[in-house]
């Protein structure tokens, strides 16, 4: 069991650019979740998923995207990347209906 | 959303025994009460989870008071390596309570030699 695997771990963007963080889990779970952290910061709720074909808004959606065509990926774009996007972006997934969910390594994200 | 208040942060000397406590005063009848640890440069880990008296795993025990207003994360025995963040969140229901965590600024456990 892998878990939640994230790619790529590093990435640093000019203003502008977009990218895909690429989030993947084999656990089967129907929640999946992206999160942003900021230095110092607790983790704040980007885009959440609750099973294929289903996603909704967290608390700081603006500037991303986000698909579920299948139950194992749940990528995250950037169409117009920004200072203000630099952060650590964690992916997450849980069973549904438990609060336990179980978080990537992250992906260090610098937009220059 | 319940609102939860912790410490910012704790220092401790390994072999202690350490209190987190945490207070959520507008808790809802249907939230439960997870606690989080985060080491640097990593993902967040699940501690322990419970939704009312007191919940015991192999790493910690939680204690939640009957008004459940608060709860205390007890880490037995700690050592350098529980040097990390700890984050209580508060989730409202079952079949809703993936979505509806929110992670606070957490608390800052620095553990001595």
């Known amino acids: 069991n892998a878990g939640v695997t994230q790619t790529p771990k590093f990435r640093i963007l000019k203003i502008g650019q977009s990218m895909t963080l690429q989030c993947a889990q084999d656990?089967?779970?129907?929640?999946m979740y992206w999160y942003r952290q900021d230095p110092g910061m607790g983790l704040k709720l980007i885009y959440y998923?609750?099973?294929?074909?289903?996603?909704d808004k967290g608390e700081v959606p603006n500037g991303y995207n986000v698909s579920r065509s299948t139950t194992e990926d749940f990528p995250l774009r950037l169409e117009l990347a920004a200072p203000s996007q630099t952060s650590v972006y964690f992916c997450a997934s849980s069973y549904s209906g438990t609060g336990l969910k179980y978080f990537g390594p992250g992906t260090r994200l610098t937009v220059l | 959303l319940a609102k939860t208040t912790q410490p910012i942060s704790m220092d401790s000397y390994e072999g202690q025994e350490v209190n987190i406590t945490c207070s959520h005063n507008n808790i809802a009848t249907n939230d439960y009460i997870t606690w989080y640890q985060q080491f640097p440069s990593q993902g967040p880990r699940f501690i322990i989870q419970g939704y009312k008296t007191k919940v015991t795993n192999e790493v910690a025990s939680l204690f939640i008071p009957a008004d459940r207003k608060s709860s205390t994360l007890s880490l037995p025995r700690v050592s350098l390596s529980d040097t990390a963040v700890y984050y209580c969140l508060v989730g409202g229901g079952i079949m809703e309570y993936g979505n509806k965590l929110v992670f606070g600024a957490g608390t800052i456990l620095r553990v001595k030699s």
């Open positions: 656990m089967n779970h129907n929640y």
């Open positions: 998923s609750v099973g294929a074909g289903i996603t």
